[in-house]
């Protein structure tokens, strides 16, 4: 019987630390013209238990440079038109929506930041080259990715703890065509503060407003 109390402490310890531990994730970006790639790696139990994936971006078919997106447009006038007295007692019932709305977005903002707080970046470093095969194309072009390099870190630095310097550099190359780009970056958080996370999305979720689902199931066609 002394085993059934060895494992009963066992799980009951596991349960208990099982907050406490820390999840890694290491994530590496790589791209170089056409070919790309996206490695994930996610540990914890100091390594002992890990999963990695790895996700090679589509390349775009050659014969189409752009995204195609469908888009459905309504007309306006119909032979079932109906008109709608527009009372101010309307009017005041939408704003009281709109602001319910906003308050909702507000909140899950709130969560998704708190959580945000308590990951910890430990390696950042972010190296690219471009070139366009003009040297004052290129310069621009370089100038644009510093904005863009410089922007991003700040959001970063803003809402996660930046414990390490990061490595942002840009090289020109004013001869030829390139575009490569390598990032990788290294964070951990509490799967305590995750699971918290979660619920309180969760509970946040189905505190939405009525007419924010009500309008989720016209788009989709289905009657609430």
Not at 129 to 139: I, K, L, P, S
Not at 177 to 186: Q, R
Request: proline letters at 3%; charged letters at 25%.
């Amino acid at each position: 019987m002394h085993w059934i109390w060895w494992v009963v402490i066992s799980i009951t310890s596991f349960l208990i630390l099982l907050p406490f531990q820390k999840i890694t994730v290491n994530l590496s970006y790589f791209h170089d013209r056409d070919n790309d790639e996206l490695n994930v790696k996610i540990s914890t139990f100091f390594g002992l238990a890990s999963y990695k994936i790895s996700v090679p971006v589509l390349k775009v078919d050659e014969d189409s440079a752009s995204i195609i997106v469908k888009e459905e447009q309504h007309s306006a006038v119909n032979d079932n038109e109906k008109t709608k007295k527009i009372t101010p007692e309307i009017i005041l019932k939408d704003l009281r929506k709109v602001k319910d709305f906003l308050r909702h977005v507000v909140g899950f903002h709130k969560i998704v930041k708190r959580f945000l707080r308590e990951i910890s970046i430990h390696d950042f470093s972010w190296r690219s080259r471009f070139g366009v095969g003009d040297a004052a194309a290129t310069g621009t072009l370089v100038g644009a990715v510093w904005g863009v390099k410089g922007s991003t870190l700040g959001i970063i630095t803003h809402y996660m703890k930046l414990k390490t310097d990061p490595i942002l550099e840009v090289h020109p190359n004013f001869q030829q065509l390139t575009s490569h780009t390598e990032v990788s970056c290294m964070f951990s958080f509490r799967l305590g503060y995750a699971i918290v996370a979660a619920l309180q999305i969760v509970k946040h979720w189905k505190k939405r407003p009525k007419f924010v689902s009500e309008n989720l199931y016209e788009q989709n066609g289905i009657q609430s």
